[in-house]
């Protein structure tokens, strides 16, 4: 396990891990970092896909939130491993996304 993640959701989104940072400019996505975000806060628990897909997509965003989900999370492990690496991130199981316990995260 790496250092503490610091991650600022006050003023300009940031995550700064094991010496690296990601900030917004670098992926240019409002649904990247809005289940960053979601994910990062609500990283003790497990939350069912469905919900998810719900609070991310509303009926007016895609036909099927469940397939975009499922493309956002790709897009979002993709952006966490351009800049942190190989470490997984974002977990999947029993139908559900969630952050890995394993890392450690500061809020600011």
Same mark, same amino acid.
């Given at each position: #396990?790496?250092?503490? #993640? ?11 891990? %094991?010496?690296?940072?990601? @900030? ?6 409002? &649904? +990247?970092?809005? @289940?960053?975000?979601? @994910? +990062?806060? %609500?990283?003790?628990? &497990? +939350?069912?896909? *469905? *919900? *998810?897909?719900? +609070?991310?997509?509303?009926?007016? !965003? ?17 952006? @966490? ?10 977990? %999947? ?8 316990? %394993?890392? !450690?995260?500061?809020?600011?």
């Amino acid at each position: #396990m790496g250092d503490k #993640m610091k991650v600022s959701l006050l003023g300009s989104f940031e995550i700064e891990y %094991n010496g690296e940072k990601l @900030l917004y400019h670098d992926y240019r996505s409002k &649904q +990247i970092t809005k @289940l960053l975000t979601y @994910l +990062i806060l %609500n990283r003790k628990k &497990q +939350i069912f896909n *469905t *919900t *998810t897909a719900d +609070i991310m997509f509303n009926d007016h !965003d895609s036909n099927d939130p469940i397939n975009a989900l499922k493309a956002l999370v790709y897009r979002v492990r993709c952006v @966490l491993k351009k800049s942190f690496g190989d470490e997984q991130f974002v977990l %999947n199981a029993k139908g559900s996304y969630y952050w890995n316990p %394993n890392i !450690d995260v500061l809020v600011d």
